[in-house]
């Protein structure tokens, strides 16, 4: 997880931009989104900076929305290995 990216693509893109980058990516990259790794490293950075953009417009701060993204994928990733 590049968390300079994440933390870039959060900032400077509102929610409904970010909203759309997602779309559009899904829709013009479906065929490779799973086969080529840096198309979906990309998509999945798009991701996460939408779930930090969504902490932090509901009143997080970036470092501690970053923190919660962390925990979210650890939570998540126990759940799968269980």
Do not use: C, W
Not at 9 to 23: F, G, K, N, R, V
């Amino acid at each position: 997880m590049n968390l300079h990216d994440i933390r870039e693509l959060a900032s400077t893109y509102s929610l409904a931009e970010l909203d759309q980058m997602i779309s559009t990516m899904a829709t013009t990259e479906a065929e490779t989104l799973l086969t080529n790794p840096a198309i979906s490293e990309r998509f999945n950075t798009l991701v996460k900076a939408k779930t930090v953009r969504e902490l932090t417009d509901s009143g997080m701060s970036v470092q501690d929305a970053l923190r919660e993204l962390g925990g979210r994928m650890r939570r998540g990733i126990g759940r799968e290995r269980s």
